[in-house]
């Protein structure tokens, strides 16, 4: 199985700030990879595809980049609206994996 | 705008059968290049990949879960569903169903509680 390992766990920011969530592949994944954000209690929600096409109706603020192991996720100006678990999921191989999660608290 | 709506029971007994569907709205299940797949969520812990169909008719599930799982569509209902057999109290989770395509979609989620 491909083993998806996000950095950091846990964060805590300012509005207004800028934020990066990066996430590491066991093994190159070309740019099959996703990311979701999750509040609580909700279902998750799809942010990226594809490693950097945002999903239809995401706000700009949110950008994927990346490629073969390496791939970090930025959200921009950082809102009380953000504070959610990130995750990442790679969909290069069965069994799809996902990362452990990041959570992001607002200061 | 493409939706999707989980249903089933909310509870299960130990060693029986978890069935669940899925219900596709602004979109056809046959629709080409896409992938329909279950994802579930124990309380307070992170996301497990069941297994996915793709449009094509072919099917994988997770090895973890694989000799308990069917994953299957009806395409005159618009409807994909899950099957989990024998089921214990660690088969408690959120379950939800996706589509990966151009995009990814999600359901809201149902909670299983498997409980005598």
């Known amino acids: 199985d491909i083993q998806m390992t996000q950095s950091p766990s846990s964060v805590s920011a300012s509005v207004g700030d800028r934020v990066t969530i990066t996430c590491r592949a066991s093994?190159?994944?070309?740019?099959?990879l996703a990311w979701f954000q999750q509040k609580p209690g909700k279902a998750p929600k799809s942010l990226i595809y594809?490693?950097?096409s945002l999903q239809s109706g995401v706000p700009s603020k949110f950008s994927g980049s990346g490629s073969g192991t390496d791939f970090t996720l930025t959200i921009s100006s950082l809102q009380p609206e953000d504070l959610a678990t990130y995750y990442c999921q790679q969909y290069l191989a069965f069994p799809y994996t996902f990362g452990q999660g990041t959570k992001l608290e607002i200061k | 705008q493409l939706q999707l709506q989980e249903s089933g029971p909310g509870l299960v007994k130990p060693s029986e059968t978890l069935s669940l569907t899925c219900t596709v709205s602004?979109?056809?299940?046959?629709?080409?290049?896409?992938?329909w797949g279950w994802i579930r969520q124990p309380p307070g812990k992170g996301l497990e990949w069941i297994g996915s169909l793709y449009s094509g008719g072919s099917t994988s599930y997770n090895p973890s879960l694989k000799s308990r799982v069917t994953i299957s569509v009806d395409a005159s209902k618009n409807q994909f569903s899950l099957k989990l057999d024998s089921v214990t109290a660690s088969d408690t989770a959120v379950y939800f169903c996706?589509?990966?395509?151009?995009?990814?979609?999600w359901g809201q989620g149902i909670l299983v509680t498997v409980s005598s």
């Open positions: 594809a490693a950097s």
């Open positions: 602004g979109g056809s299940v046959t629709s080409t290049n896409s992938f």
């Open positions: 093994q190159g994944i070309s740019n099959y």
């Open positions: 996706s589509k990966r395509g151009n995009g990814y979609y």
